[in-house]
């Protein structure tokens, strides 16, 4: 599924780059990694992102 459409990328992405980031993660961080260092523009994909980081975050910390 695409998270952001303005930088596309999908939450395999995401999820790529949060495993292999492998500790507790930004969001900010998290969409400039996946966008190519671009900033959100629509901000409409920040709620699924934050939910995606969010759950990452709790696996890393369990």
Do not use: W
């Amino acid at each position: 599924m695409f998270v952001c459409l303005c930088h596309p990328f999908n939450d395999k992405k995401v999820k790529d780059h949060l495993e292999g980031h492998g500790k507790r993660a930004r969001v900010g961080d998290t969409y400039r990694a996946c966008s190519g260092g671009e900033n959100p523009e629509c901000c409409q994909c920040l709620s699924t992102l934050k939910d995606i980081v969010k759950d990452h975050n709790k696996a890393v910390t369990a």
